[in-house]
């Protein structure tokens, strides 16, 4: 990938709160080199991320991928503009990595350094698929490590977290009901392509957070631990009475509860607020069911949905520099180079 010299800022953007070590260019809203190195194989035999094991690799392949990112993009280190590196939430010594990295090139190189949250970085890649955000919008974003929901009035400096969940997060319950279905890690996908074959409405799954009593205390809030639970109990009842699981019908109904309560509180918090526009992001958006019900209910309530291609949505340094690019072209101000790694960092703390 190349582009033409234009007035736009060049930026570097680095991700490192996962177990994605992701760098890439961006040239305003355009990505011109993109590099990705993912460490799940490694963290796939013990059913979830292990920090240490993430932390390792990202040391290994920071740098592979600063080089494979500037090849593919055409340019040296030396011709961005800014740099822009996660630096929350998420895991501490994994942040460490890339926040170390993004300050010794800033450093060396001496360029301005954007310490961006990774949230806000996920509403963000959408601007690489789909031009500017219409603001206000309301984000979604459904990972194995976040499930929040966001009214995004500028993706510079104004996010407000409407609700998020108060236990697992989405991705995790896939993870978890993947493994007690014995479908290998990480399970969502493999619980989606078991859902195609069943029956979303065989078993009556409960829809966390959403009596009457709930919906007064926790309106935009999501929790996925019950169900989760409640899925354990009904695979371990059919087991004990010695019968077969269908596992297509309990991948579906459960995937079907999960996909109902997402874009059921996302739509309710679009009409609540007045505001015309929705965007999901985060890994689980590559969820069949979670797509089609979405793109559904915001037909039906007239909400005009954004859900960028599938890469976009996961871990990516893409969305880091397109972030960090806003900023510069909005004239904000950069971090400073004190810039610490904050693994609780709050999503109304969009620059760090
Ligand atoms: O955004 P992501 O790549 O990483 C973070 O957690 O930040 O999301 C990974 C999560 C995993 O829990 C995985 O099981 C889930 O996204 N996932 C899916 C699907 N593809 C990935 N969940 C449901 N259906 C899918 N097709
Ligand atoms: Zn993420």
Not at 125 to 139: M, Q, R, S
Not at 201 to 220: N, Q
Not at 294 to 307: M, P, Q, S, T, Y
């Amino acid at each position: 990938m190349s582009d033409a010299t234009t007035d736009e800022p060049l930026v570097l953007g680095i991700e490192s709160s996962c177990d994605e070590t992701g760098v890439a260019f961006v040239r305003g809203t355009t990505l011109v080199g993109d590099a990705l190195a993912s460490s799940v194989d490694e963290h796939a035999r013990f059913g979830g991320v292990v920090p240490e094991v993430a932390s390792r690799a990202h040391l290994e392949s920071m740098i592979p991928m600063l080089e494979r990112a500037s090849a593919e993009a055409g340019h040296r280190l030396d011709d961005v503009d800014a740099i822009a590196v996660t630096s929350g939430p998420g895991l501490a010594g994994a942040l460490m990595v890339g926040v170390a990295s993004a300050k010794a090139l800033a450093l060396c190189l001496d360029k301005p350094l954007y310490g961006v949250n990774h949230l806000a970085a996920h509403v963000c890649a959408d601007v690489l698929d789909h031009g500017p955000l219409p603001e206000p919008t309301v984000a979604l974003l459904v990972s194995g490590g976040h499930t929040n929901l966001l009214v995004v009035r500028d993706i510079a400096s104004d996010v407000e977290e409407l609700g998020s969940t108060i236990d697992d997060a989405a991705g995790e319950a896939y993870d978890k009901v993947a493994r007690v279905l014995g479908l290998p890690y990480p399970g969502g996908p493999h619980i989606d392509r078991a859902a195609r074959e069943g029956d979303p409405e065989a078993i009556a799954f409960p829809r966390g957070l959403t009596s009457r009593k709930d919906m007064e205390r926790h309106r935009f809030d999501y929790s996925f631990s019950g169900l989760k639970t409640a899925v354990v109990r009904w695979v371990e009842a059919r087991e004990r009475a010695g019968e077969p699981v269908p596992v297509a019908d309990v991948a579906a109904s459960f995937s079907h509860a999960v996909a109902d309560v997402l874009t059921r509180k996302a739509v309710l918090a679009c009409t609540e607020l007045g505001i015309s526009d929705l965007q999901i992001g985060g890994g689980v958006t590559a969820n069949t069911q979670l797509r089609e019900l979405a793109e559904k209910r915001c037909a039906e309530a007239g909400i005009r949905l954004r859900v960028p291609r599938i890469r976009l949505c996961t871990d990516n340094g893409a969305m880091v520099a397109a972030l960090g690019s806003q900023m510069v072209m909005r004239g904000l101000p950069p971090s400073d180079l004190a810039l610490p790694a904050d693994s609780s960092l709050p999503v109304s703390s969009v620059q760090a």
